[in-house]
């Protein structure tokens, strides 16, 4: 399983339109090598560099195991039509959808984009925590990969 972006590579700057500075929408993502047998597609964007422990930044899910890609700017809306019905939880701001790095001054931060391949379709509502996700896919995890964006103000 592959997840890689146009906008930045493994280990690179996030570009600031992707981030709290900027635009603060989501970044393009390409999808490769899923198993086969796989049902859905879940991915978490965390930073586990923020002060106060990990923050979570995009938790998203049910997302159709045929998608190669997840376009740019994600509409923040807990059922996605663009995405067959792909389903967002609430992220560290309160809020539903992807929110970009936006860390304190000092040091850059890593922000780890987790995609999962998951052998079956994760029945939660919209607007749920990453720990409820993380809890579900429990058992359910074919294959996952990552790629990490940097970013510091």
């Not at 997840?3 to 992707?18: H, N, R």
């Not at 391949?117 to 749920?128: T, V």
């Not at 925590?129 to 896919?137: G, M, N, Q, V």
């Amino acid at each position: 399983m592959k997840i890689s972006s146009s906008a930045f590579g493994d280990g690179e700057e996030v570009p600031v339109k992707y981030t709290c500075d900027g635009e603060d929408v989501s970044p393009p993502l390409s999808i490769g090598d899923v198993p086969s047998e796989a049902e859905s597609l879940a991915m978490v964007v965390d930073d586990p560099d923020a002060p106060g422990g990990v923050f979570d930044h995009w938790i998203i899910w049910n997302i159709s195991p045929d998608a190669d890609s997840i376009p740019e700017g994600v509409p923040t809306e807990g059922v996605v039509g663009s995405l067959e019905g792909a389903r967002q939880g609430q992220n560290g701001f309160g809020e539903i959808g992807y929110r970009g790095p936006c860390p304190p001054p000092g040091p850059p931060h890593n922000y780890r984009f987790k995609i999962y391949a998951l052998d079956a379709e994760i029945d939660l509502k919209p607007g749920i925590a990453k720990e409820d996700l993380e809890r579900e896919i429990r058992g359910h995890v074919l294959g996952e990969d990552q790629i990490v964006g940097v970013y510091g103000r």
